[in-house]
């Protein structure tokens, strides 16, 4: 019976709007773009930013997204994914460029950025994730971020001004 339960609950809230919830982008300056059908097109303010799409940045552009209380922003030359998990994790997928990232306390795990060097996965907190060539950087402002480092299997807890970096192994 618990079994059945649990199950209930666990497929109402995957059919919940909320889980589903698109960033909202409200502030676009200079070239930003969205990928849409396998091209890039200009991504403008009050657009949706939907589960897996890819987002960049040009040389001038800078977007901030938002949803809630949470906030995303990208400096010039930057490109991400969105992509949404299963228990409302959010996982931004950063391959180039700097993301700011200012999300809310909560008692579990409900982000996390992905970089090609490292991860990191906050509970609440406001910082920043810099991807260089073959270097990851994580500046924290608030709260607490665990970074991962993925060529090593390294985990630790970086504070308010510290910083964490990984690179590329050899």
Do not use: C
């Amino acid at each position: 019976m618990l079994k059945f339960v649990l199950q209930t609950a666990l497929l109402f809230a995957l059919a919940s709007p909320g889980l589903a919830q698109d960033w909202l982008v409200t502030r676009v300056r200079g070239t930003v773009e969205q990928q849409a059908d396998g091209r890039w097109i200009a991504l403008v303010r009050g657009a949706s930013v939907q589960d897996r799409q890819s987002i960049r940045t040009g040389p001038d552009g800078r977007v901030d997204l938002a949803r809630g209380a949470e906030t995303i922003g990208l400096d010039p030359d930057t490109q991400i994914r969105l992509q949404e998990g299963a228990g409302k994790l959010t996982s931004l997928i950063q391959s180039s460029g700097v993301v700011n990232v200012d999300v809310e306390r909560r008692n579990v795990q409900h982000f996390s950025v992905q970089t090609p060097f490292l991860a990191a996965v906050v509970k609440g907190t406001r910082f920043r994730v810099t991807v260089t060539g073959s270097v990851a950087r994580v500046d924290v402002e608030r709260g607490i971020v665990q970074v991962q480092d993925s060529a090593n299997d390294l985990v630790v807890d970086v504070t308010r001004g510290q910083q964490a970096a990984a690179s590329q192994s050899e």
